[in-house]
């Protein structure tokens, strides 16, 4: 048999026995990682001390709605994100995945007065971290020393924040109205954060699942240290 002649034998072969038997399979689970349920790398600390750098989250994309997989395009819709929830979404500006908190809902008014968050003319309650909550055992001492840690009482959810005093950030800005059908976002490193305070208000198509817990974690100035104390732990 000329060489020619066994290529095209050898391409049915490949398409009978392996690609088309892997082909449906592949492409339910593509289709479920994008309509139902999904797991996001987190690279940055934007959002210390709640998520660390390294984390692995589960993001439940079925939280508010349900999408034609692949798409932006909403066949039901059942609720809205509220204040406080940790969402995935997508920058505005230039499209970037991003992993970021509800600050302020449709119609809010919002407001940041160094580092103090307003909501509505309200100032938004907040009280000292305590050094045993989670996630500050997994940060470095110097780091722990350069930053001031809180609670944050948003609403019905209770959150910890992180600012850095010593680093050049906008620590004043607003206030500022939420339009109808956006968000506006923020990450819990007030300092260290790429938010709606410089991409503007959140798209409310943009938001595409809730981030609900992280799945493993592992200490990236450690050569992948396992955090294993984080593995299966809820996020609040």
């Given at each position: 048999?000329?060489?020619?002649?066994?290529?095209?034998?050898?391409?049915?072969?490949?398409?009978?026995?392996?690609?088309?038997?892997?082909?449906?399979?592949?492409?339910?689970i593509?289709?479920?990682?994008s309509?139902?349920?999904?797991f996001?790398?987190?690279?940055s600390?934007?959002?210390?001390?709640?998520i660390?750098?390294?984390?692995?989250v589960?993001?439940?994309?079925?939280a508010?709605?349900?999408r034609?997989?692949?798409?932006?395009?909403?066949?039901?819709?059942?609720?809205?994100?509220?204040?406080?929830?940790?969402v995935?979404?997508?920058?505005?500006?230039?499209?970037?995945?991003?992993?970021?908190?509800?600050?302020?809902?449709?119609?809010?008014?919002?407001e940041?007065?160094?580092?103090?968050?307003?909501?509505?003319?309200?100032?938004?309650p907040?009280?000292?971290?305590?050094?045993?909550a989670?996630?500050?055992?997994?940060?470095?001492?110097d780091?722990?020393?350069?930053?001031?840690?809180?609670?944050e009482?948003?609403?019905?959810?209770?959150?910890?924040?992180?600012?850095?005093?010593?680093?050049?950030?906008?620590?004043?800005?607003?206030?500022?109205r939420?339009?109808?059908?956006?968000?506006?976002?923020?990450?819990d490193?007030?300092?260290?954060?790429?938010?709606?305070?410089?991409?503007?208000?959140?798209?409310?198509?943009?938001?595409?699942g809730?981030?609900?817990?992280?799945?493993?974690?592992?200490?990236?100035?450690h050569?992948?240290?396992?955090?294993?104390?984080?593995?299966?732990?809820?996020?609040?």
């Amino acid at each position: 048999m000329q060489p020619a002649a066994r290529f095209p034998r050898f391409f049915r072969h490949l398409w009978h026995e392996w690609i088309r038997p892997l082909a449906i399979p592949f492409l339910l689970i593509t289709a479920a990682k994008s309509a139902l349920a999904d797991f996001n790398y987190v690279p940055s600390g934007s959002m210390q001390p709640t998520i660390l750098a390294g984390d692995v989250v589960f993001i439940n994309k079925l939280a508010y709605d349900f999408r034609v997989p692949f798409t932006f395009a909403r066949l039901a819709r059942w609720s809205d994100p509220a204040r406080g929830d940790i969402v995935v979404c997508f920058a505005p500006d230039d499209g970037t995945r991003l992993v970021k908190r509800v600050i302020g809902q449709p119609g809010d008014t919002v407001e940041l007065r160094s580092d103090l968050l307003y909501l509505n003319g309200h100032r938004v309650p907040c009280a000292p971290l305590p050094d045993h909550a989670a996630g500050l055992r997994y940060l470095e001492p110097d780091e722990r020393a350069a930053a001031l840690f809180a609670r944050e009482e948003l609403g019905a959810r209770s959150h910890a924040i992180e600012i850095l005093p010593a680093r050049p950030a906008l620590r004043n800005f607003g206030p500022v109205r939420v339009p109808p059908g956006h968000y506006f976002m923020m990450g819990d490193n007030r300092d260290n954060s790429r938010d709606s305070r410089f991409f503007g208000f959140m798209p409310r198509a943009q938001i595409i699942g809730e981030v609900k817990a992280v799945a493993v974690s592992a200490d990236l100035d450690h050569w992948l240290r396992p955090r294993v104390g984080r593995f299966f732990s809820q996020l609040e």
